[in-house]
């Protein structure tokens, strides 16, 4: 299984999810890959409704979650009972299948569980 990571900029230390090509502090251009805390703050988030016909639900919640470095990372919830402050834990799990392929990313889940 994949843990999810942060990369800091070598020039400047600010640290970003996903990987970037060029840091939006200072514009370096070389990272050092880290662990992403595993608890964060939620943000915010959204329920889409309008999904593709592929999708195997009918709804989908998306938060973004900031990490104690003020690293922040997209990905699904796993329950619709959220709100905005509360503490989340990530996983990296199977958030989809498109044509037998399955595709990995974050999904969060409350903190107590």
């Not at 996903?18 to 915010?44: I, M, S, V």
Request: charged share 30%; hydrophobic share 35%; net charge positive.
């Amino acid at each position: 299984m994949e843990v999810p990571k942060g990369y800091q900029c070598k020039a400047c230390g600010r640290v970003f999810h996903p990987k970037r090509r060029f840091c939006l502090g200072c514009g370096g251009d070389q990272f050092k890959e880290l662990a992403l805390e595993k608890e964060g703050t939620l943000l915010t988030f959204t329920k889409l409704h309008a999904l593709t016909m592929d999708f195997t639900t009918r709804t989908l919640m998306l938060g973004i979650v900031e990490y104690p470095r003020g690293v922040r990372a997209l990905g699904q919830l796993s329950t619709d009972k959220v709100e905005m402050g509360m503490k989340m834990r990530h996983r990296w799990e199977k958030v989809r299948e498109i044509n037998g392929q399955e595709i990995y990313g974050l999904k969060f889940y409350p903190a107590s569980k």
